[in-house]
């Protein structure tokens, strides 16, 4: 796992595929990001997560005030995140919006769907790159909702790549893993009121 950045404040890591943003219940859930940087870091806390199978930037903070002002920019959305996935097929047009609503479909394991009764969610894309049957789309969601872009994309026809949950049989098998990945973060200093920019490419580019 690369750290990406990091000050007396807060650090980003490159968070591998597979790999728990935080522990869950039971020993196979073990492992996952602060303990595994806790010997070398000391006790960090998560400020948001990824999906297990999602990989890319995450942030954590260092201290208890780091944590409650880089959560509240998480909240009031401004912390600017931006994903590239490869989707099956080739959605219409160069850009779109999507807006559907999502709720809970099961919690265990974790699954989520469109349901007009569910939370607003609205995710941007931009197409980058397209061989026909498959496409590599930039995506940027404004609102946080679980799954949401692997929801997203699955309900608007073109599942991402090697998705287990939401994919279907030809999809899963175009990839060994899921083919999304956390590549944009900006977001101001909690100390400093900086600007901080990061980036980090897709693994399988």
């Given at each position: 796992?690369?750290?990406?950045?990091?000050?007396?404040?807060?650090?980003?890591?490159?968070?591998?595929?597979?790999?728990?943003?935080?522990?869950?219940?039971?020993?196979?859930?073990?492992?996952?990001?602060?303990?595994?940087?806790?010997?070398?870091?000391?006790?960090?806390?998560?400020?948001?997560?990824?999906?297990?199978?999602?990989?890319?930037?995450?942030?954590?903070?260092?201290?208890?005030?780091?944590?409650?002002?880089?959560?509240?920019?998480?909240?009031?959305?401004?912390?600017?995140?931006?994903?590239?996935?490869?989707?099956?097929?080739?959605?219409?047009?160069?850009?779109?919006?999507?807006?559907?609503?999502?709720?809970?479909?099961?919690?265990?394991?974790?699954?989520?769907?469109?349901?007009?009764?569910?939370?607003?969610?609205?995710?941007?894309?931009?197409?980058?790159?397209?061989?026909?049957?498959?496409?590599?789309?930039?995506?940027?969601?404004?609102?946080?909702?679980?799954?949401?872009?692997?929801?997203?994309?699955?309900?608007?026809?073109?599942?991402?790549l090697g998705d287990p949950l939401y994919g279907h049989a030809r999809s899963r098998a175009q990839a060994p893993r899921l083919q999304?990945?956390?590549?944009?973060?900006?977001?101001?200093?909690?100390?400093?009121?900086?600007?901080?920019?990061?980036?980090?490419?897709?693994?399988?580019?």
């Open positions: 796992m690369r750290v990406v950045y990091a000050d007396p404040w807060l650090m980003v890591v490159d968070k591998p595929s597979g790999l728990l943003s935080q522990s869950g219940l039971g020993p196979d859930l073990q492992d996952a990001v602060p303990g595994r940087l806790r010997a070398a870091w000391g006790e960090l806390r998560l400020v948001h997560r990824l999906d297990r199978d999602t990989s890319g930037l995450l942030l954590l903070a260092r201290d208890a005030d780091a944590h409650r002002s880089l959560s509240r920019a998480f909240a009031e959305r401004r912390v600017r995140k931006t994903y590239r996935a490869d989707v099956w097929g080739q959605p219409a047009g160069l850009w779109g919006r999507i807006e559907a609503p999502l709720a809970r479909a099961r919690r265990q394991p974790p699954q989520h769907r469109v349901h007009p009764q569910g939370r607003p969610s609205r995710t941007l894309w931009r197409r980058l790159a397209s061989d026909g049957a498959t496409t590599h789309l930039a995506l940027r969601p404004r609102t946080g909702r679980s799954h949401q872009l692997r929801v997203h994309l699955a309900w608007l026809g073109h599942p991402i999304l990945h956390a590549c944009g973060l900006v977001f101001s200093h909690p100390h400093s009121g900086e600007r901080i920019a990061l980036h980090s490419p897709p693994p399988w580019e």
